[in-house]
């Protein structure tokens, strides 16, 4: 009996070492569940996400450009602003975006918090000011009394709306996909079509950008390695932040999670699908023409990509007061 | 022993008559919850009612006008429309809607499903087709997929698209308000000011058209009886559909069911407040100026209104294919 215990003992410990050997070789590692939040900010914080009185208008919000229900953007090649105002740049996902390294394509904002003030301030996207939504949000007693209870003080600012929104952000991540269900050792959750995609994507050097817990997110790289990318947009990435002229059109890698929810692609959104994607940058920054095999397989491993999405309850919105600044849609 | 039970029998006999009679009573009814639904078409409805896809642009949806976290309107004087086109009249809320004896302000649309299809191909509003966005959602497999599971064939169209929206929108009830409360015989859900005010809402004669389960929503009236309204906006109401002179601006008298959170008032929104909509009212309908106070109370009273409102995970959205025409958000 007590031999039987040590194999079995031993055998566990064996096949310990094996799996995290397993995870411990693949550049890839699966997406954490959310590990320590503060849930009286997360639940002001998607509150004050779906709050379309942040803006100008009263009629776009956070959830407007980086919408919950798809793929946490909005599958416009570039947004729609106030006053229906062109973006100059595809919407990123807000979907694991704390993974990120810095957020927005050209790294400006160090971190979520830094990057939510961004948009409610813009004259192209919300076109309000911090000072503004400040002032509509203190006029709402439901809002005064739950951010007195999550901050403990009577004032509301955009610090602490920031830091709320970011708060909910952090819990949008997406865990449970079937390539993570691989690495965690269900060897029966990718098909084989799927994994030689995999393969390819790792050989073929995608995985030299794309890798880490996101999937990419976590570094700058140049758009146009071995032949210039014919960019439409005016967006020159990096360089708009460092000065640098070396940093021209590099962008931050962009996180494949849910990438076929995420569509279209580029900085520009102007790849329309998946297979346009791979084969553009296959030959821009790899130099690689991938058959329409290999980039039917790449593709099939990129679908396996798609997590849980975050499932909450719509938030109800507190409603305004005689008191509340009226929004100016068309002022 | 007996003779106790039967005791009990009459009292309780009693205390329900006494308790029927109450509510017999009053003109106002209790929402009732939501009795038979066919939960698959709802599950569809509520994806397709979130889905911007059914718009030209991409970006609006049923949700971006009728906001399900804002009282189900936008809270706007007018909509906004595609490429920002001002809309020319006051979104009403889809809360309680399927009480209305018909929908939208002029009651051109018999039910809510026949009013579903209005907005989508709308050039104002989501300015798109009913063919353009079938083609859409049948480019999705997930949709074809749960179409075929909800109504049992391969097709998808329009009709079914609109069953499915009204079915959702059947259960966008919202039972269990203060005043309900009270109705059904809480007699400390309403406090004594709020009781004033709904004794003053049915002596001064409101309650002449804003009776009903909804408060509202089942007769035509004229805007403007005692004195004419000086109305900026150029709808007309009834005569649209009746072509009759009679009715012009006959509107839809609308339900004051969660009146608090439907800001701002009447078919062109110009009443931004809930005193200012009830002093115009008064005044235009009933020849009555009233008093601060009375203002006041009937207020309180309105605010009793608000019910609970739908509670439901908001709908992950099936991504389009390389098959789904790309939407024209600036085309």
Request: proline content about 7%.
């Amino acid at each position: 009996m007590f031999f039987k215990l040590k194999t079995i003992t031993l055998l566990l410990i064996g096949t310990a070492a094996v799996a995290t050997a397993a995870r411990a070789a693949e550049p890839i590692q699966p997406i954490k569940p959310v590990q320590s939040i503060n849930l009286a900010q997360v639940e002001l914080g998607k509150k004050l996400y779906f709050d379309p009185r942040l803006s100008k208008s009263g009629f776009i919000s956070c959830n407007s450009c980086h919408n919950l229900s798809m793929g946490g953007t909005d599958n416009l090649k570039t947004s729609i602003g106030d006053h229906w105002q062109q973006g100059p740049i595809n919407a990123p996902t807000v979907l694991n975006s704390s993974l990120n390294v810095a957020q927005f394509w050209d790294g400006r904002a160090a971190d979520l918090k830094a990057q939510a003030g961004g948009p409610i301030a813009n004259p192209g996207e919300m076109g309000f000011t911090h000072q503004l939504a400040v002032s509509v949000l203190a006029s709402i007693p439901e809002y005064v009394v739950e951010f007195k209870q999550v901050f403990g003080d009577d004032s509301i600012d955009i610090d602490k709306v920031t830091v709320a929104i970011a708060e909910f952000e952090k819990t949008l991540v997406t865990p449970n996909s079937r390539f993570d269900r691989w690495l965690l050792g269900d060897k029966d959750a990718l098909t084989p079509n799927e994994l030689a995609g995999y393969d390819l994507f790792k050989n073929s050097g995608c995985i030299a950008c794309h890798n880490g817990e996101a999937v990419g997110g976590n570094s700058f790289q140049k758009m146009g390695v071995m032949e210039p990318y014919q960019a439409k947009s005016p967006a020159e990435g990096l360089s708009a932040v460092t000065g640098k002229d070396a940093d021209r059109f590099k962008f931050k890698v962009p996180t494949l999670r849910n990438v076929a929810m995420t569509y279209p692609y580029f900085h520009d959104g102007e790849a329309e699908t998946l297979t346009e994607a791979v084969d553009i940058m296959g030959r821009l920054q790899l130099g690689k023409q991938f058959s329409e095999q290999e980039n039917a397989q790449i593709v099939a491993f990129l679908k396996t990509l798609t997590g849980d999405q975050p499932s909450f309850l719509l938030p109800i919105l507190p409603p305004s007061t005689d008191r509340t600044p009226p929004p100016k849609p068309f002022g």
